[in-house]
């Protein structure tokens, strides 16, 4: 049990489907991030949350909407999402934005059809 | 634009043998390297983070190195075993929270 949980685990939605990816993290941290992992690339960063506020976004299509109600939890709403953008989604999230301590979860593994 | 780069993408390996995963960045500014483990269907785990004035970092069974003047990182790994089989990710930082990881290398350690 890493301390954050990311649900679903899978998901298979159409280009025209909205959907949301939900984290929760039980650690008390203060800060929470979600990364892309597609295959055989590098993870790549793509917002930033701190105390419930976006403090980075990574140049990400608008297609991608993050929310943060509180600080335990972090949503990405997805919306005419594309092929290319099948992947792994991880969240992560540490004590402050400015720890480089980040503890993961599991990830939703995202196939858009 | 910082880039890092995991050599080999994939290795097999025979349990028991003592193997070398290999880390590069091309700017070496780093303010600290970190090796992360993971499993498919589970987070990243980090295994060592080693700052940018340290030259090696020793958990068990796993040594990483580094040399910023080369830009390079070794994550040593001794005695390997079957439950060693996972992605092995490098990742550096200039800025406290801006991680930027390697594509990995994927260890398959037979039995």
């Known amino acids: 049990e890493t301390g954050v949980t990311q649900t679903p685990r899978h998901l298979v939605m159409g280009m025209t489907n909205k959907k949301s990816l939900k984290c929760e993290q039980h650690l008390g941290h203060n800060a929470m991030y979600w990364y892309k992992q597609s295959a055989k690339k590098p993870l790549e960063l793509m917002f930033v949350y701190s105390l419930e506020e976006r403090v980075e976004n990574n140049s990400v299509p608008s297609r991608f909407s993050p929310e943060c109600p509180n600080s335990s939890h972090l949503f990405l709403h997805l919306h005419t999402l594309q092929p290319e953008d099948s992947a792994l989604y991880l969240c992560?999230?540490?004590?402050?934005?400015?720890?480089?301590?980040?503890?993961f979860g599991p990830g939703t593994r995202l196939t858009v059809t | 634009k910082q880039e890092v780069t995991q050599i080999p993408a994939a290795l097999s390996v025979p349990e028991g043998e003592n193997l070398v995963l290999n880390c590069s960045f091309t700017?070496?500014?780093?303010?600290?390297l970190q090796w992360f483990r993971q499993d498919p269907g589970k987070g990243l785990t980090s295994l060592l983070l080693i700052q940018s004035s340290q030259r090696e970092q020793t958990s068990g069974r796993l040594n990483a190195s580094l040399d910023k003047s080369s830009g390079r990182s070794t994550l040593y790994i001794a005695a390997s075993q079957p439950g060693d089989s996972a992605t092995y990710l490098c990742?550096?930082?200039?800025?406290?929270?801006?991680?930027?990881f390697g594509s990995g290398t994927k260890l398959n350690v037979k039995p």
């Open positions: 992560a999230s540490s004590q402050d934005p400015d720890s480089y301590e980040q503890y």
């Open positions: 700017d070496s500014a780093i303010y600290n």
């Open positions: 990742a550096v930082t200039y800025n406290f929270n801006k991680f930027y």
